[in-house]
Nanobody, 115 residues
Framework: QVQLVESGGGLVQPGGSLRLSCAAS????????MAWYRQAPGKQRELVAS???????NYADSVKGRFTISRDNTKNTMYLQMNSLKPEDTAVYYC?????????WGQGTQVTVSS
């Protein structure tokens, strides 16, 4: 059974930083694109950033220049470095992975940006 486990969320003040991690386990199949999505209360889930197995990245305009996505294919782990956090970044952040052309999701980790 493939599992995606997020960690690193929490409460941070505006302007602060957090680093999210997503570890994939339970698969022997290749993991293609991985991504971070987020969902704020009352809003639809939105793409934050994605990264292919080859390292090509894509960012939502709202996080460009502040967030950096990366992955370690040897560990099946993805990261999201979030800097200069704003209150509007508050959301549940979800890890997504395309595992052998099947979509997998993590349970989500809460990020709250507040003074």
């Amino acid at each position: 059974q493939v599992q995606l486990v997020e960690s690193g969320g929490g409460l941070v003040q505006p302007g602060g930083s957090l680093r999210l991690s997503c570890a994939a386990s339970g698969t022997i199949f290749p993991i293609f694109t991985m991504a971070w999505y987020r969902q704020a209360p009352g809003k639809q889930r939105e793409l934050v950033a994605s990264i292919t197995s080859g390292g090509t990245t894509n960012y939502a305009d709202s996080v460009k220049g502040r967030f950096t996505i990366s992955r370690d294919n040897t560990k099946n782990t993805m990261y999201l470095q979030m800097n200069s956090l704003k209150p509007e970044d508050t959301a549940v952040y979800y890890c997504y992975a395309d595992v052998a052309n099947r979509s997998r999701w993590g349970q989500g980790t809460q990020v709250t940006v507040s003074s």
